[in-house]
T-cell receptor
Framework: NAGVMQNPRHLVRRRGQEARLRCSPM?????VYWYRQLPEEGLKFMVY????????ESGMPKERFSAEFPKEGPSILRIQQVVRGDSAAYFC?????????????FGPGTRLTVL | EDQVTQSPEALRLQEGESSSLNCSYT??????LFWYRQDPGKGPEFLFT???AGEEKEKERLKATLTKKESFLHITAPKPEDSATYLC??????????FGTGTRLKVLA
């Protein structure tokens, strides 16, 4: 499967716990984007990463959220001390060049439920 | 503020009944207009990228067109398997896609 992979597909956490979402980009892609989709809302940009670099995290909440894309391994979106409002679908996308004309290809998403 | 608006929010069609979905955008300097299909519980599946006004792209029963203010996704003789939410997104000078809220299409057999 050469597509974007995300795991887990579903994640349940209690308030105050940590959530770790993983994303492996499409083969040959080195640019990763994270989006969040709330019910009845469009996808919202959170963060853009290249290997070992955060390029733009302007869409990510300043507290409790962090992202990384290490030299080896998947990109990780980390949410500390989750609250009910963090319940959403989180999608990862990847592209070839990181340019504004790039097509971004999306993974299947991780659906986070906070109890 | 850059914005993408899709209409209608929901659309029910009989099998074989052609129609069009609209995506209006107000962005400063469109660089790309992207259409995706999203099935319940799944991620957006790429359909088309359009770069300039007048451009058209086709795939099976779908055809996407672009003007300076809007894009249309034309569905010809739809089948029940075309039922999904169709999303459009715009980029304007950055890699941040601006998404509309989608059109939920239901095709009845």
């Amino acid at each position: 499967n050469a597509g974007v992979m995300q795991n887990p597909r579903h994640l349940v956490r209690r308030r105050g716990q940590e959530a770790r979402l993983r994303c492996s980009p499409m083969k040959g892609h080195s640019h990763v984007y994270w989006y969040r989709q709330l019910p009845e809302e469009g996808l919202k940009f959170m963060v853009y990463l290249q290997k070992e670099n955060i390029i733009d995290e302007s869409g990510m909440p300043k507290e409790r959220f962090s992202a990384e894309f290490p030299k080896e391994g998947p990109s990780i979106l980390r949410i500390q001390q989750v609250v009910r409002g963090d319940s959403a679908a989180y999608f990862c996308a990847s592209s070839t060049f990181g340019q504004d004309t790039d097509t971004q290809y999306f993974g299947p998403g991780t659906r986070l439920t906070v109890l | 503020e850059d914005q993408v608006t899709q209409s209608p929010e929901a659309l029910r069609l009989q099998e074989g009944e052609s129609s069009s979905l609209n995506c209006s955008y107000t962005v400063s300097g469109l660089r790309g207009l992207f259409w995706y299909r999203q099935d319940p519980g799944k991620g957006p599946e790429f359909l088309f990228t359009l770069y300039s006004a007048g451009e058209e792209k086709e795939k099976e029963r779908l055809k996407a067109t672009l003007t300076k203010k809007e894009s249309f996704l034309h569905i010809t003789a739809p089948k029940p398997e075309d039922s999904a939410t169709y999303l459009c997104a715009a980029s304007s000078g950055t890699y941040k896609y601006i998404f509309g809220t989608g059109t939920r299409l239901k095709v009845l057999a």
